[in-house]
Each structure stands twice: as C-alpha cells, then as structure tokens.
C-alpha cells in the first residue's frame, strides 16, 4: 500500500512507464478477493499434476481460469439437452461433415452465408455486453478474433501490415471473409497463399 501511495502522489504526466505498469499491476491485483474453497482430495491431487506438468503456474490460477472458463462458456446452462455458450446452442460436428455441407455451396454463396451468419452473431453481444467494449473498434476486434480462437474457428494471427493469417481454420475461407466483414464492420480482402489449410485476409 505504500508503495501504491508513492505512485499515486506523483502526477501522471511525470510517472514513467515502468510505474504506470507497476501502479496498474498493484490496482489489479487489490481488486481480486481471497476466497477458501474446500475441495476432495482427489481433485487437489489433479491440480498439483497440472501445475507440475506446467499447465498452469499454481493451484490459485488453475482455479481462477478453471472459474473464468465456467463463465464465460455458460457451463452453468448446460442440461442434458445440450450445452449452451452465450446464448447459442453448441453441437459438436466432424470437419468432414462441415465440408460436405460447404461442398455444396459456390464461394460466393459461402460469402453471402458468411454475411448472414456475421449479422447476427452472438459473439458481439458478448463482447459489448460481458466485456464492454465495440466489437468493430481495434481492441473490440482483437477480442473478437480471440474468442472465435477458443471456440474452434482456429488459429488467428494479425500482422503489422493489416494482414490476418488464420490456421488450421475450421469453415472455408469466402464464409469466414463474409463473416468477419459483417461482425466487424469492415472490409477484407482474400489473399492467395501457397500453404495448404491457411486462410489470409487483408484489412481495406
């Protein structure tokens, strides 16, 4: 607290950015709370193998995802009748089933679908309304592209040159171009790549 104390006193303008660092990483950590849970000895047991098999750093943060992770996947919701992710039902389908139905659609109609489907997503109510901020600004977009990440749509990286290189992607690229126009409310170029199951679009 002290050390926040000295921080604080000083004017931000004058701070430097190692203390700006520090006085954010010291407000964030006061604003989590010390809780004790009681737990089998069996579960503690699985914990302290995937803390040792570095999966995670400690017991404290294996938990604290483990939390976010029942949150932010609504594991709350899930009955026998399915499992329910911010409001949308989730059914587990091979990639051979996704491509066959892909299969018999042109790539402008996957585009057009993309279009439709980018509309009406689910993800930019979650990002407006559990994380508070617009989907189709530069830090909303980030997030947008990391959460359709951890739901399977693969692997998303944004280089310098307004380029967006996607991996091991799950829809093909037309309906994933489509969809992301629609969702973040831009425009977005498809670029040929000579590396089998990789998806590049460029920002217009």
């Known amino acids: 607290m002290k050390e926040k104390a000295?921080?604080?006193?000083?004017?931000?303008?004058?701070?430097?950015?190692?203390?700006k660092e520090?006085?954010?990483?010291?407000?964030?950590?006061?604003?989590?709370?010390?809780?004790s849970v009681t737990m089998s000895q069996a579960l503690v047991a699985r914990i302290d193998e995937l803390v040792h098999e570095?999966?995670?750093?400690?017991?404290?943060?294996l938990i604290e995802d483990a939390v976010r992770w029942f949150l932010d996947y609504s594991v709350h919701r899930w009955t026998d009748r399915g499992l329910y992710v911010s409001g949308s039902r989730v059914s587990f389908e091979s990639e051979t089933m996704s491509s066959f139905f892909f299969s018999k659609l042109t790539p402008?109609?996957?585009?057009?679908?993309?279009?439709?489907?980018?509309?009406q997503s689910a993800v930019?109510?979650?990002?407006?309304?559990?994380?508070?901020?617009?989907?189709?600004d530069k830090e909303?977009?980030?997030?947008?592209l990391a959460i359709l990440q951890n739901y399977g749509w693969g692997f998303f990286n944004e280089h310098d040159d307004n380029l967006l290189v996607i991996t091991s992607p799950f829809y093909p690229p037309s309906f994933i171009q489509g969809y992301l126009e629609a969702l973040l409310k831009?425009?977005?170029?498809?670029?040929e790549t000579a590396v089998k199951d990789t998806v590049a679009l460029r920002f217009e």
Do not use: C
């Open 124 to 136: 930019a109510d979650v990002v407006k309304l559990y994380h508070g901020t617009d989907p189709t």
């Open 22 to 35: 520090r006085l954010k990483e010291i407000n964030d950590l006061l604003k989590k709370k010390i809780i």
């Open 186 to 191: 831009v425009k977005l170029e498809l670029v």
């Open 6 to 19: 000295a921080l604080e006193k000083k004017d931000e303008a004058s701070r430097t950015k190692q203390e």
């Open 54 to 61: 570095t999966v995670g750093r400690s017991r404290a943060q």
């Open 140 to 144: 909303g977009r980030s997030l947008v």
């Open 108 to 119: 402008s109609d996957q585009y057009e679908l993309g279009i439709t489907a980018g509309s």
